[in-house]
C-alpha cells in the first residue's frame, strides 16, 4: 500500500518526467522486440553514448536560457564558429613544426574563449540593448555563421593531430570519455540550478522577471551570465564535435538548433520560463538518441524517420498538456 501510495506521489509530483520515463521505457521494448540483439548489443548502446555528448551540450545551453523566458538560436552557429578558429589554430601550429600538446591546448583555449564571448555578446543585446532574445540571437545566429563561412569559404578544415582525435573516442571502461564528461556538466547544471543562489535567481527571473528585480536580482547582470554560460557549454560541444569528426566546418550539426527546443520542450522546460529540470532534458535526450538508434537499424529512410520521429514528439508533448490542464482543473 505504501509503494503504491509513493508511486502515486511521483506521478502527481512530476507529470512530465513521468511520461518520459515511460516513453522510453515503451520505445525500448518495441524496438527490442523488432530488433533483438542488434537493438540490445553494448555495441549499439555505446555508440549512442558517443553520439549524445555534442548535441546534449548544446542542448544544455538551450535549455537555461529558455527558463529565463528566452531562448538562444544561435547555439550551434556558436560551436562552429569556435570549432573553425579553434581548428585554425590548432592545425595552424602542426602545420609549423609546433608541439601538438601545445596546439592543442592553445585550440581549446581559443573554442571556449570564442565561445564565452559570443555568448556574453548574445547576453550584452538583449540585457543592454533590449533586444527581444529570439531576434538577438538570430541576428548573431547569421552573424557567427557568417562569419565562420568567410574565413574558411565554406571549405572544412582537416588534419589534426591524431592526440586530439584520440579524445573523442577514448574510453573509460567501455564507457565513453565524452558521455562522462556531458554527465558530470548535467550534474553539475542540475546543482547550480537546485542549491545555488544564481540557479534560483534564474529560476525566479524565468517565472516574473519584475517579482525578480524587486527582490534584489540584478535583472541584467543575470541574462548576460545565463548567455555567457551558454555559449561556453556550446564551445565545449564545438570541441567534441571536432575531436569525432576530424574536422571543422560549417553545417555541421545545423539540426541540433530545433532538435535542442524540441529535447527541452519535450522534457518539461516552459517556453515562458520558471519551468525545467535537467533530469527532464536528459531522459528527452535519450529518448531522441533510442528513437535514431532504432531508426537506423531498422534502415529507415530519412523522410520516414522525421515523419515517426515528429509524430512520437507531438505524441508525448500533447499528452503531457492534457493531464496538466486535467491537473489543474482539478485543482480548481
Known amino acids: 500500500m505504501t509503494g503504491k501510495k509513493s508511486l502515486k506521489g511521483f506521478v502527481a509530483k512530476d507529470i512530465n518526467l513521468t511520461i518520459l520515463i515511460v516513453a522510453i521505457a515503451g520505445i525500448t521494448i518495441v524496438l527490442s522486440a523488432i530488433l533483438g540483439n542488434k537493438f540490445l548489443s553494448p555495441m549499439n548502446f555505446q555508440s549512442m553514448a558517443y553520439q549524445i555528448p555534442e548535441f546534449g551540450f548544446i542542448a544544455l545551453a538551450m535549455m537555461i536560457c529558455m527558463l529565463t523566458g528566452g531562448i538562444d538560436l544561435s547555439v550551434v552557429s556558436v560551436a562552429t564558429m569556435s570549432s573553425v578558429l579553434a581548428a585554425i589554430i590548432m592545425t595552424g601550429i602542426t602545420e ?41 540571437t538570430l541576428s548573431t545566429m547569421i552573424l557567427y ?45 542540475a546543482l547550480m540550478l537546485r542549491r545555488t543562489k544564481l540557479g534560483r535567481s534564474l529560476y525566479l527571473y524565468g517565472e516574473n522577471s519584475t517579482v525578480s528585480l524587486f527582490s534584489g536580482i540584478r535583472n541584467e547582470r543575470l541574462v548576460v551570465i545565463t548567455y555567457t554560460l551558454s555559449g561556453l557549454l556550446c564551445g565545449i560541444a564545438s570541441i567534441i564535435m571536432m575531436s569525432r569528426v576530424n574536422s571543422a566546418r560549417v553545417g555541421y550539426g545545423d539540426t541540433y538548433q530545433l532538435q535542442a527546443i524540441l529535447v527541452c520542450a519535450l522534457g518539461g522546460v516552459s517556453p515562458d520560463g520558471g519551468k525545467g529540470k535537467v533530469i527532464g532534458v536528459v531522459i528527452a535526450i535519450l529518448v531522441l538518441q533510442i528513437l535514431q538508434s532504432g531508426f537506423t537499424l531498422l534502415n529507415f529512410a530519412p523522410f520516414v524517420k522525421s515523419l515517426i520521429w515528429g509524430s512520437v514528439l507531438i505524441v508525448i508533448m500533447i499528452t503531457n498538456y492534457l493531464i496538466e490542464t486535467k491537473k489543474a482543473a482539478a485543482t480548481a
Open 96 to 136: 609549423n613544426g609546433g608541439d601538438a600538446g601545445y596546439a592543442i591546448g592553445m585550440a581549446v583555449l581559443a573554442a571556449l574563449g570564442v565561445s564565452l564571448l559570443c555568448g556574453l555578446f548574445n547576453g550584452i543585446l538583449i540585457a543592454k540593448c533590449s533586444v527581444l532574445p529570439i531576434l538577438a
Open 145 to 189: 555563421t557568417g562569419i565562420a563561412m568567410a574565413i574558411t569559404d565554406g571549405a572544412g578544415i582537416t588534419g589534426f593531430p591524431k592526440e586530439f582525435i584520440k579524445f573523442g573516442s577514448a574510453k573509460v571502461f567501455d564507457i565513453p570519455v565524452i558521455f562522462i564528461l556531458f554527465l558530470a556538466a548535467a550534474v553539475l547544471i
